[in-house]
Nanobody, 127 residues
Framework: VQLQASGGGLVQAGDSLRLSCVGSGRTFTSHALAWFRQAPGKEREFVAGISGWSGFRVVYGDSVEGRFTISRDNAKNTLYLEMNNLGPDDTAVYYC????????????????????WGQGTQVTVSS
């Protein structure tokens, strides 16, 4: 699976932004998908994840719960991250990632469990 992330940009605090991640390959549906982010000088952080197939299970990081929404459109091989009420602490490079899973509810939260990564898209939030 190859992933291509897009949608980042420079926004002001309180604004919204939607990231997209297009995947290639016939097995996109059988992969759990996630967004991670990495700010300068910080470790990569789990943002949100969605299980494979219908995306029955979703998990959010504590810092984005209630503000971000992850979704997937298998017909378009696309993963989304809707980000609302952005703040300066959300400034980071955002990466999409895919993990092959055997069951519809499987979803890892650790970066080292994901096999495929997009190139990253920069999100900068000014105060």
């Amino acid at each position: 699976v190859q992933l291509q992330a897009s949608g980042g940009g420079l926004v002001q605090a309180g604004d919204s932004l939607r990231l997209s991640c297009v995947g290639s390959g016939r097995t996109f549906t059988s992969h759990a998908l996630a967004w991670f982010r990495q700010a300068p000088g910080k470790e990569r952080e789990f943002v949100a994840g969605i299980s494979g197939w219908s995306g029955f299970r979703v998990v959010y990081g504590d810092s984005v719960e209630g503000r971000f929404t992850i979704s997937r459109d298998n017909a378009k091989n696309t993963l989304y991250l809707e980000m609302n009420n952005l703040g300066p602490d959300d400034t980071a490079v955002y990466y999409c990632a895919a993990e092959w899973v055997a069951t519809p509810t499987s979803l890892s939260l650790e970066a080292d469990k994901f096999d495929y990564w997009g190139q990253g898209t920069q999100v900068t939030v000014s105060s």
